[in-house]
């Protein structure tokens, strides 16, 4: 079981250089972490993450994720993190 | 139909005191923010969209100065949670939670954050816990029916224009509109407007913050920058000094 789940952001075409951070920042905590993808058309995103060392991608791909509307997003967010008994969320706010 | 908006007492950020000598305590305002949310719910209750604005705060009895502040702009009456406790925002979100179901309104208005603090939390946990739609960091807001508004929000990529049911929680950017000034009237007439106290455990909550603040310091102070004479003289610095080069 991963330890922590790190939300990825991406722009439709390819993965925000935030979510890079939360992802150096989760090696450097230590332990297990998973990857976790919202949106709809992510095989190209989705396939790029499988190089960044997480014991899983997890993806939620749908039409209704297509556009980022904060209240879809937090009930899939919240359950994938119940159902695996996570204990730390990583994410980023600002695309700095 | 009915608006709530929630507003805090923060230290006045245009009082100049607060960047100087430290031992000065600078005067309470509005949250600005929340000031353009009040702004916003009495232009649309002035539209006849909406019948009632009401306001609402959590604080110690010193918060009622802001609370005559928010009536004397136009806000039919105020409520004040009576808490003088440091809250984190997930514990104000719940009690909010706890008043939104008492009160019932059709729309929450409140700001996108209070300059103190900056966390930018409330208006989405709040909506998290009602389980209504959001629509954060608006700068327009037009009712299309009783059941729909229409935002446009400002987001880092550009305008983003969502529609939401209601009823619905909206936060306000900056660009949303230019708060009135206080008229005398209005301060008079806000004397007589009516505070409502009330507690958490009226409410039929018992919250207890989850995050404690630790400490809060000033960023490191810069040094002055210098003058040079010449080009060559910047750029020696550049070298010998800062490196850059």
């Not at chain 2, 103190?116 to 327009?140: E, I, Y």
Request: net charge negative; proline share 6%; glycine share 6%.
């Amino acid at each position: 079981m991963a330890e922590s789940l790190i939300l990825i952001e991406h722009d439709r075409q390819q993965v925000k250089r935030t979510s890079l951070h939360a992802i150096t920042l989760t090696r450097q905590l230590g332990g297990e972490y998973a990857l976790l993808v919202l949106g709809h058309g992510l095989d190209g995103i989705a396939a790029s993450l499988v190089s960044y060392g997480a014991s899983a991608v997890v993806v939620a791909d749908d039409p209704a994720l297509t556009e980022p509307l904060a209240d879809r997003y937090a009930t899939v967010i919240a359950g994938s993190g119940a159902k695996a008994r996570r204990n730390d969320y990583l994410g980023n706010f600002l695309d700095l | 139909m009915k608006i709530l908006v929630p507003f805090k007492s923060v230290p006045d950020p245009n009082d100049a005191t607060v960047a100087g000598a430290a031992v000065s305590t600078p005067k309470s305002v509005i949250n600005p923010f929340d000031e353009i949310a009040i702004e916003e719910a009495l232009r649309i209750r002035e539209r006849g969209e909406v019948s009632e604005v009401v306001g609402a705060t959590i604080g110690p009895p010193a918060v009622d100065e802001q609370i005559r502040a928010a009536l004397a702009m136009g806000v039919d009456r105020a409520i004040r949670i009576d808490d003088s406790r440091a809250l984190d925002p997930y514990a104000v979100a719940r009690i909010l939670g706890a008043l939104v179901e008492k009160e019932a309104p059709h729309v929450v208005i409140m700001g996108k954050q209070a300059v103190d603090d900056d966390s930018n939390q409330v208006g989405q946990m709040l909506a998290g816990l009602l389980g209504w739609p959001q629509a954060t960091f608006v700068s327009k807001i037009e009712f299309l029916d009783k059941t729909r508004v229409r935002c446009t929000r400002e987001t880092d990529a550009g305008l983003e224009v969502v529609e939401v049911n209601l009823p619905a929680i909206i936060t306000t950017d900056l660009r949303l509109n230019e708060p009135r000034y206080v008229s005398l009237p209005g301060l008079m007439k806000a004397r007589r407007k009516p505070i409502e106290i009330l507690t958490c455990d009226q409410l039929g909550i018992n919250v207890r913050p989850l995050t404690t603040v630790l400490s809060v310091a000033r960023p490191p102070k810069r040094a002055a920058g210098t003058r040079v004479e010449s080009v060559e003289e910047l750029i020696t610095k550049l070298k010998q000094e800062a490196k850059v080069l």
